[in-house]
């Protein structure tokens, strides 16, 4: 069972606003309940300061400006301005320096309990409110020629959802909420955006890396940024998650970065726009090799704590996958380092764990060696193959095989290399980790090389040692090649279904911002002597007119019409059997209140 630290009011508060503005915090907001949650808080505030003083700042730029291109210098007006200017660059210095240690601060994210290394997460982009009211209740009225006021609470729970979705539970129900939100801006889309509908709207989002405050009219940035967070949370919930000593809590993790891996894959590729820097494709791969190599990660620590410790074709497996791991991390390595808006923390962490996993590898080579061989290889000439070929072709190519099975005081020579390899190797991440300081007040990670140091040299001095270790030859590459394929697990779209919010307007294929209609018309139909009206109607909610009779030609009725009204009833959403029962029991006129596409042609083929 894992648990999230929970913080008194005084720890939260002097977390999220400093000491200085105690009085900012409240204390009943569950957000800031738990370290992530007062973390999120004082991330949300320091983006909104950088915004502020980003604004003050370019407005005292401009002021400068003005003031340098008039006939009249005004020296003094001058000296003012750049001495504001400083001050806004010196403030921004600082909130940015603040922001990088929250971002550098892993122990945000990870379990209370937390045995193991530490996971890299990301933080929830944050954006801020926006009012998009008045633009829908627009576009209802003008588009769908609908009052406004009937959507008054339909418009009130989509406001009220984005506010909601800012702040979503490290859970499955905050991954559920996300994605429900994602469906209905998908729904809004279709029903209202249009490329002038939302022109004045700007949704407005903070980069996850660096803050920096990036604007669109697009809805495709702000669905681009709710998939983005969707992404960021199956990372944070992993990180939360046990995974060194439960078994379901290490299989939740490696589901969990699966299908982040998953998120910022299928954002890499269908996000066309330069969005942001965290939406960028150099970033996105990025995070998609991190997230790919921390699965391989848990799937490998759980490996080693349910491995056979008399197993060498175990032991075999774990010393390749440890090889590759490390390799892997070195990689990573490289790659974070050439991006900006990575934390140099990250790197280190990376190259902490690269050498750690090379250890780990070495130390399994070493135990393979000291396992019995087989007694029928006497021969350096011997065809190698079978189980001994298996058990060493971890370490060095065929034709060294035979060589040392036949001669057990090499094999226990080469095996005491690769235990010092490993010791010189787990010193040498302990002296990277030291040199970072966000690394080294991290606890469990001096714990994990500090034990596993020690177990090593428990090994080696349990070992019959013949002469100095320091002139043993130095060890050979462990061979890293595996069979394992990274899994990736895509967005979950059908998972999460929602009901269409402004389904009061109609069915989709027919009421969407790309089929446009005239305003409403009355017609009014007088019965003939059989007492028909000459119109044929097809469909259910709604019904169409779709056929006229020649001497309804002149009416003002055309075929695709949508009947909106019949008299004072409403019958745009009523199926077809109710509209034809209203027809056959008014009167002998019978008023039509009728809806018109600019291309009638589309809502006949629609229904």
């Known amino acids: 069972m ?6 008194s009011d005084k720890e939260r508060a002097k977390l999220i606003y400093g000491e200085e503005n105690l009085d900012q915090f409240v204390s009943s907001d569950p957000m800031r309940a738990t370290l992530r949650g007062a973390a999120q808080a004082k991330r949300q505030h320091l983006n909104r300061q950088i915004f502020k003083n980003l604004r003050l700042r370019d407005g005292a730029e401009k002021m400068l400006q003005a003031t340098e291109g008039q006939l009249v210098n005004n020296k003094k007006v001058q000296d003012t301005l750049r001495l504001e200017i400083s001050f806004y660059d010196s403030r921004l210095e600082v909130l940015y320096n603040e922001l990088a240690n929250l971002k550098s601060s892993f122990d945000i994210y990870q379990s209370a309990t937390r045995t193991g290394f530490p996971m890299i997460a990301i933080s929830l982009k944050d954006t801020v409110d926006i009012e998009w009211r008045e633009a829908i209740e627009d576009f209802i009225e003008t588009h769908y020629h609908e009052n406004p006021e009937q ?11 984005r506010q909601v979705m800012q702040t979503p539970e490290r859970n499955e129900k905050g991954v559920k909420l996300l994605y429900e939100y994602y469906h209905h801006l ?14 004045g709207i700007q949704f407005v989002w903070f980069d996850s890396l660096t803050a920096h405050q990036t604007s669109s009219s697009s809805l495709t940035y702000e669905k681009a940024n709710v998939l983005f967070n969707i992404g960021v949370l199956w990372t944070q919930i992993a990180a939360k998650k046990e995974f060194n000593t439960e078994m ?3 299989q939740e993790a490696i589901n969990a970065l699966q299908k982040a891996v998953g998120i910022f894959t299928y954002l890499k590729q269908s996000v066309r726009e330069n969005l942001s820097k965290d939406l960028t494709p150099n970033v996105l791969e990025v995070l998609v090799d991190i997230f790919k190599v921390q699965a391989h990660e848990c799937i490998l620590n759980w490996d080693m704590r349910e491995s056979d410790n008399e197993d060498v074709e175990c032991y075999n497996i774990l010393a390749r996958e440890a090889a590759q791991l490390s390799g892997r ?7 974070m380092s050439e991006t900006a808006s990575i934390p140099p923390s990250w790197c280190t962490l990376a190259e902490v764990k690269s050498l750690h996993f090379k250890a780990i590898a070495h130390y399994y080579a070493a135990l393979i060696l000291l396992q019995n061989y087989d007694p029928d290889f006497t021969d350096c000439d011997h065809d190698v193959s079978g189980t001994e070929e298996k058990r060493l072709s971890t370490l060095v190519e065929l034709n ?13 020579d080469k095996a005491k290399s690769h235990l010092k390899k490993a010791i010189v190797t787990e010193k040498e991440a302990l002296q990277v980790a030291s040199n970072d300081r966000f690394i080294t007040r991290l606890e469990c990670i001096q714990k994990v090389l500090n034990t596993f140091s020690s177990q090593i040299k428990n090994k080696l ?13 130095s060890v050979d590459d462990i061979n890293c090649s595996t069979d394992r394929k990274d899994k990736v697990i895509g967005p979950e779209f059908t998972k999460y279904n929602v009901k269409d919010i402004f389904a009061g307007l109609g069915p989709l294929n027919v009421f969407n911002a790309k089929i446009a209609y005239h305003p409403p018309k009355t017609v009014t139909i007088t019965r003939d002597e059989q007492g028909g009206l000459g119109i044929s109607i097809r469909g259910s909610g709604p019904t169409i007119i779709c056929k006229i009779s020649p001497k309804r030609q002149h009416a003002g009725i055309q075929a695709g019409d949508i009947i909106m009204a019949i008299g004072s009833h409403k019958v745009k959403c009523l199926n077809h059997k109710q509209v ?6 008014s009167g002998q006129s019978v008023t039509l209140t009728l809806l018109s596409a600019v291309s009638p042609s589309v809502i006949l083929h629609a229904l």
């Open 186 to 199: 998908t729904l809004v889309e279709k029903r209202m955006f249009t490329n002038k509908s939302f022109a």
């Open 461 to 473: 001095s349990s070992v019959d040692i013949s002469g100095d270790l320091d002139l043993i030859a």
């Open 248 to 250: 379901k809590s290490a």
């Open 151 to 161: 959507f008054r609470d339909e418009i009130e729970r989509l406001i009220e959802l």
């Open 2 to 7: 894992t648990t999230e630290r929970r913080l």
């Open 329 to 335: 991390y070195e990689v990573l390595k490289e790659s």
């Open 580 to 585: 034809s029962r209203i027809i056959q029991e």
């Open 400 to 412: 060294k095989i035979a060589t040392w099975l036949m001669n057990e005081d090499s094999r226990t």
